[in-house]
T-cell receptor, first 115, second 116 residues
Framework: AQKVTQAQTEISVVEKEDVTLDCVYE???????LFWYKQPPSGELVFLIR??????QNEISGRYSWNFQKSTSSFNFTITASQVVDSAVYFC????????????FGKGTRLSVIA | GAVVSQHPSWVICKSGTSVKIECRSL??????MFWYRQFPKQSLMLMAT?????????EQGVEKDKFLINHASLTLSTLTVTSAHPEDSSFYIC????????????FGPGTRLTVT
């Protein structure tokens, strides 16, 4: 069975600090997809990134970066120079690559960035 | 990009009544839609998979007679919460996939249901 673990329930940082959100996953599939979503107070999920299991390259998008390591089954997310607008709940998720399959979500990490 | 809408965005109903939530793919046809439920400060949990023209597949522990799902067209799936109770109060989110892009899921903005 697939499982996603986000051990950090809540994180609080001061603005401009860097913060890393951890994600560890379990799957028996050799091909799968990993995702990160942001959920602001409005509730709407905001897609951040999708990574397939064959692509272990790290990715950087502005202040966001992702570190995917299959050896440790981790897909960690780092926000550099955090801002108040980054305050939200962040979910890591996993899906099979077969397609038309639902996402399995972690429990989420609530990030609070304090000015 | 692909857009999924939900209606209503929020609803308050009295205990014992039924509520229908719509999930529409606005600019694509979705053969498969998923319904998730999110209780306050919790994660999203899959309730059911909705396939156009066939019966929905429910996850273990989800009462199919209470949460009626109808996927009558390639752009619309509906979730009806029948005889709602306060414990059904939750945030309901749907997602849809595009044929040919099966790994991609497009989420609706969610519907917040409060049962009084």
């Amino acid at each position: 069975a697939q499982k996603v673990t986000q051990a950090q329930t809540e994180i609080s940082v001061v603005e401009k600090e860097d913060v890393t959100l951890d994600c560890v996953y379990e799957t028996r599939d050799t091909t799968y997809y990993l995702f990160w979503y942001k959920q602001p107070p409005s509730g709407e999920l905001v897609f951040l990134i999708r990574r397939n299991s064959f692509d272990e390259q790290n990715e950087i998008s502005g202040r966001y970066s992702w570190n995917f390591q299959k050896s440790t089954s981790s897909f960690n997310f780092t926000i550099t120079a955090s801002q108040v607008v980054d305050s939200a709940v962040y979910f890591c998720a996993l899906s099979e690559a077969a397609g038309n399959t639902p996402l399995v979500f972690g429990k989420g990490t609530r990030l609070s960035v304090i000015a | 990009g692909a857009v999924v809408s939900q209606h209503p965005s929020w609803v308050i109903c009295k205990s014992g009544t039924s509520v229908k939530i719509e999930c529409r793919s606005l600019d694509f046809q979705a053969t498969t839609m998923f319904w998730y439920r999110q209780f306050p400060k919790q994660s999203l949990m899959l309730m059911a998979t909705s396939n156009e023209g066939s019966k929905a597949t429910y996850e273990q522990g989800v009462e199919k007679d209470k949460f009626l799902i109808n996927h009558a067209s390639l752009t619309l799936s509906t979730l009806t919460v029948t005889s709602a109770h306060p414990e059904d109060s939750s945030f309901y989110i749907c997602s849809a996939t595009i044929p040919g892009q099966r790994y991609e899921q497009y989420f609706g903005p969610g519907t917040r249901l409060t049962v009084t």
